[in-house]
């Protein structure tokens, strides 16, 4: 299979497939695709019928949109822990998942998605904030119900922990303050090999764009 990407410093919807395929062993290879670039545009188009990233191709099928994929994923291995084995587990973590997908544009526009960015707090605005307070109240939900057998929001590594991972990465790079118990969550998805591998190469890349690079 291939997962084809944009920037790492900035794609946030490429970080999703891309860190939970890595995490839980699904062997693929990525082709990044630099973002608002010459040619850039035309090149998404050939490889993905939406014209966004990420895309994964698995043969002669295409497969666009995060979410999409990661369902994806969950019906090609079964056996590798996409979703909560646990019914309602796996119930409550696909609407939170969804929830992210469809909601939460306040925190996306004032945040962008910036792993270069050194953690600096920023004003958020009362619409920021009550998508941060939705946010940490879904992840305490999650965890106090079904986290029982691990660090994250289902106990091991899911689908749900890779929707929200580029929400911690905005978190922490844009100094937002949250209660202990997030910040543990938050602590342990960064403590992630794959985490540490898609920010490093992130940090590296050579491509920038000011409007990430430039949010005060």
Same mark, same amino acid.
């Given at each position: 299979?291939?997962?084809?990407?944009?920037?790492k410093?900035?794609?946030?919807?490429?970080?999703?497939?891309w860190?939970?395929?890595?995490?839980?062993g699904?062997?693929f290879?990525?082709?990044?695709?630099p973002?608002?670039?010459?040619?850039?545009a035309e090149?998404?188009r050939?490889l993905?019928?939406?014209?966004?990233?990420?895309?994964?191709?698995d043969?002669?099928?295409v497969?666009?949109?995060?979410?999409?994929?990661?369902?994806y994923l969950a019906d090609?291995?079964?056996?590798?822990g996409?979703?909560?084995?646990d019914?309602?587990?796996r119930?409550?973590a696909?609407?939170?998942a969804t929830e992210?997908? @469809?909601?939460?544009? #306040?925190?996306r526009n $004032?945040c962008p =998605?910036n792993?270069r960015? /050194?953690?600096k %707090?920023?004003?958020?605005?009362?619409?920021?904030?009550a998508?941060?307070a939705?946010?940490?109240a879904?992840?305490?939900?999650?965890r106090?119900r079904?986290?029982?057998?691990?660090?994250?929001?289902?106990?091991?590594?899911?689908?749900a922990?890779?929707m929200?991972?580029?929400?911690v990465s905005r978190?922490?790079?844009? @100094?937002?303050?949250? #209660?202990?118990?997030? $910040?543990?969550? =938050?602590?342990a998805?960064? /403590?992630?090999? %794959?985490w540490?591998a898609?920010?490093?190469?992130g940090?590296?890349?050579p491509?920038?764009?000011a409007d990430?690079?430039?949010?005060?």
């Open positions: 299979m291939k997962l084809v990407i944009g920037n410093a900035y794609s946030s919807w490429s970080f999703r497939p860190i939970l395929m890595t995490v839980l699904i062997p290879e990525e082709e990044l695709i973002l608002y670039r010459e040619g850039s090149a998404i050939r993905s019928p939406g014209g966004k990233v990420p895309a994964l191709i043969g002669g099928l497969v666009w949109e995060s979410l999409a994929i990661i369902e090609r291995f079964p056996g590798r996409v979703w909560p084995d019914i309602a587990a119930a409550h696909r609407a939170l992210m997908h @469809a909601g939460f544009q #306040p925190l $004032r =998605m792993v960015r /050194a953690p %707090a920023l004003v958020l605005g009362p619409e920021v904030e998508n941060v939705r946010i940490v879904a992840w305490g939900e999650a106090a079904f986290g029982a057998g691990g660090p994250f929001l289902y106990g091991a590594f899911s689908g922990d890779a929200y991972a580029p929400v978190f922490h790079c844009y @100094a937002v303050p949250v #209660p202990p118990e997030a $910040r543990a969550y =938050m602590d998805v960064m /403590a992630l090999p %794959a540490r898609w920010t490093e190469a940090q590296a890349e491509w920038h764009l990430s690079d430039d949010v005060v």
